[in-house]
């Protein structure tokens, strides 16, 4: 039931999403030419809002997807709707007296207000992250493995990101950073494990546009 009502809440936001950007896309798409493009990069991820996990290690991870640069009108503003794939997670800390790892797959729906300066581009946004794929690994002092079980991460993220980059005609080379607002885990169990840590990443991506 968790999982189901999960991915109705990712469903909703999604077609939130989708509909903002449709609804500008209706409005500008003719005048102002909207560019489709696809994006592939590399991203560094951790796991962060936990004062009592240390020895944090990040993973790095890959990322890409698909995006549609809407301008509004000639303001130099544009919306940027994306549809990624995004690996994420943490290669090791300590939690209490549990040595563990995380690796962990999103597909994710961000969308960016954008501002293009010239060569610049500056961008901020939100976005909704559904997961699809984890692994974990935890051990306790003597090295023991410690029962993991899938079903007690959280199925749905939020979250916000910034970024800037260069735009040189159809290419663009892209720094964003991002941060999830919900926990990684979602039941008390897993909360012994993780306890209230939350995804960070920055990632570097180059885009062409069609």
């Known amino acids: 039931m968790k999982t189901a009502r999960s991915i109705f809440q990712c469903m909703f936001f999604t077609l939130c999403l989708l509909g903002v950007g449709l609804t500008t896309a209706r409005a500008q798409m003719i005048e102002d030419g909207a560019r489709f493009g696809l994006k592939l990069g590399i991203n560094g991820t951790n796991l962060y809002d936990d004062a009592k996990a240390e020895n944090r290690s990040g993973r790095i991870g890959i990322n890409g997807g698909a995006f ?3 301008p509004m009108g000639h303001s130099g503003f544009s919306l940027r709707p994306e549809l ?7 290669k ?10 995380l690796k962990l797959a999103y597909i994710e729906l961000p969308l ?17 992250s559904l997961l699809a794929n984890s692994n974990g690994e935890f051990k306790d002092e003597q090295g023991n493995p410690v029962n993991f079980n899938k079903d007690g991460l959280q199925t749905l993220d939020f979250g916000w990101h910034v970024g800037a980059g260069l735009d040189l005609g159809n290419i663009g080379l892209h720094f964003r950073l991002s941060r999830g607002l919900k926990n990684v885990g979602n039941d008390q169990s897993l909360k012994d494990l993780v306890g209230s840590l939350k995804n960070a990443a920055w990632s570097l991506t180059l885009a062409y546009g069609f």
């Open 92 to 101: 090791s800390y300590k939690f209490d007296t549990l040595s563990s790892s």
């Open 84 to 90: 990624m794939i995004a690996t994420k997670g943490i």
């Open 112 to 128: 960016s207000l954008e501002y293009n300066l010239s060569l610049v581009n500056l961008h901020a946004g939100l976005s909704a």
């Open 68 to 70: 549609v640069k809407i």
